[in-house]
């Protein structure tokens, strides 16, 4: 079974400076995906970012890039020039390719943003 | 607008009673989800479905029951809610077998 670990449940950063948000997953697959999702106070849950296991370079959409180390099982966050709209829960993801694949969701990471 | 809906948002039902959470999408998605997500838990999958008619159980299925007689609706039944149930449930669906899922916005359930 796989497995995805948020291990810091909250953390900060000031307007405009650089945040890392980070995760580790543990399978013994070797094709998959890895998300970022997005959960606002409104709730909706809003797709972030997505990175290709056989891709080695880094997905970056905007201000937000991942660090995907393969090999250590990390795939972390950069939030780049935070902005008070960046604070929300933010859910890493895991997904095995393949028919009926399921996302597995880490526990979350709280991020505040202060101005 | 097209998009993927759930309904009720917001519900407040006794232990004991049957309770039905509807999720509907517009895009004719293949495979839609039923997640729960409690704090401290991240969000766990309920139940799955592939197409009409082709349902599977997820990570946490007890007490829980779902139909899909039509590829558009998939709809959540809780036969007899009991107090651990209470939970925000989100409805979320895609196109092809793998890739990014659209969700809803999700129906928060509180058993008393």
């Known amino acids: 079974a796989q497995t995805v670990t948020q291990s810091q449940p909250e953390m900060s950063v000031q307007e405009a400076e650089t945040v890392t948000l980070s995760c580790t997953y543990d399978?013994?697959?070797?094709?998959?995906?890895l998300f970022w999702y997005k959960q606002p106070p409104s709730r909706q849950m809003i797709l972030v970012i997505r990175?290709?296991?056989?891709?080695?370079q880094n997905a970056t959409e905007n201000r937000f890039s991942v660090n995907f180390q393969k090999a250590a099982k990390s795939f972390s966050l950069k939030i780049s020039d935070s902005q008070l709209g960046d604070a929300a829960m933010y859910f890493c993801?895991?997904?095995?390719?393949?028919?009926?694949?399921?996302?597995?969701f880490g526990k979350g990471i709280t991020l505040s943003v202060r101005p | 607008d097209a998009g993927i809906t759930q309904s009720p948002r917001y519900k407040i039902t006794e232990t004991g009673r049957q309770v039905t959470l509807m999720c509907h999408q517009t895009w004719s998605h293949s495979y839609m989800f039923w997640y729960r997500q409690d704090l401290g838990h991240g969000l766990r999958l309920i139940y799955y479905?592939?197409?009409?008619?082709?349902?599977d159980k997820g990570e946490v299925p007890d007490g829980y029951v779902v139909s899909r007689s039509k590829t558009e609706n998939f709809p959540l039944t809780l036969e007899s809610a009991t107090r651990s149930q209470t939970s925000v449930y989100f409805c979320?669906?895609?196109?092809?077998?793998?890739?990014?899922?659209?969700f809803g916005e999700g129906s928060r359930l509180t058993v008393l």
């Open positions: 990175q290709e296991a056989y891709k080695q």
């Open positions: 979320a669906s895609r196109l092809a077998y793998t890739g990014e899922l659209f």
């Open positions: 993801a895991f997904e095995v390719t393949g028919a009926n694949s399921k996302l597995t």
């Open positions: 399978t013994s697959e070797s094709d998959y995906y």
């Open positions: 479905s592939a197409a009409a008619d082709i349902t």
